[in-house]
């Protein structure tokens, strides 16, 4: 009777231990609960907006796991460049490129600081900022391009703030690309202080 309750409790344990199987006759070693189709919670509880915020479950590989939100929203929305000049030589009465050759950051390495221009990696709503400070007041024109081609510009006679800036958003697919412009019609000194030419791209969508 001892050896047959023994037997008993070790057929019972490898029981709790094993993993389960429902719809496959095979389950996966490596989880607890391998469901081959459909699963169907019918109550799930609310639980308070801090915990929300720190982790959240996904389904990664049939797998059922927990990661961080902001790790996730990062996946997605992984587009964030900013870069600017150390130096420039202004050219007059011709399209020249904006020289942007060093970046604060760029966290999916999509700009190119030696061709100044930048690639998107995947589909999305982009916001781009740009903006330069010229040393004198004279006529002076932004552009944006996009795949070569002017997107949009921004002109004007820099007679008081010496600023010229475009802040627009912009619909890219994979490998679009993305420079800067500008059309001086005088002779012009543009700033390469970091803090006042300089340009963001932050994929928003």
Not at 144 to 160: A, D, E, M, P, Q
Request: with cysteine.
């Amino acid at each position: 009777m001892k050896n047959f309750l023994i037997y008993i409790a070790v057929i019972c344990s490898s029981a709790l231990y094993a993993q389960v199987g429902v719809g496959t006759t095979s389950p996966d070693a490596g989880v607890m609960l391998d469901v081959n189709g459909k699963v169907k919670i019918r109550t799930v509880s609310d639980g308070p907006s801090a915990s929300a915020k720190d982790t959240i479950l996904v389904s990664n590989a049939g797998v059922v796991t927990k990661t961080n939100s902001t790790t996730l929203v990062r996946t997605h929305l992984n587009s964030f460049v900013k870069g600017y000049m150390n130096s420039i030589t202004v050219s007059i009465l011709s399209w020249k490129k904006l020289p942007f050759n060093q970046e604060d950051f760029d966290i999916s390495s999509e700009y190119n600081t030696s061709s100044y221009e930048y690639t998107a990696k995947k589909y999305g709503i982009y916001r781009i900022y740009v903006q330069y400070k010229t040393t004198l007041s004279t006529a002076t024109t932004l552009s944006i391009y996009k795949n070569g081609i002017s997107y949009v510009t921004s002109s004007s006679l820099l007679s008081t703030s010496g600023y010229e800036v475009i802040n627009t958003l912009v619909e890219l697919n994979e490998d679009d690309k993305i420079s800067f412009y500008y059309y001086a019609t005088a002779s012009l000194g543009i700033s390469v202080d970091q803090n006042e030419s300089f340009f963001t791209i932050e994929q928003v969508y």
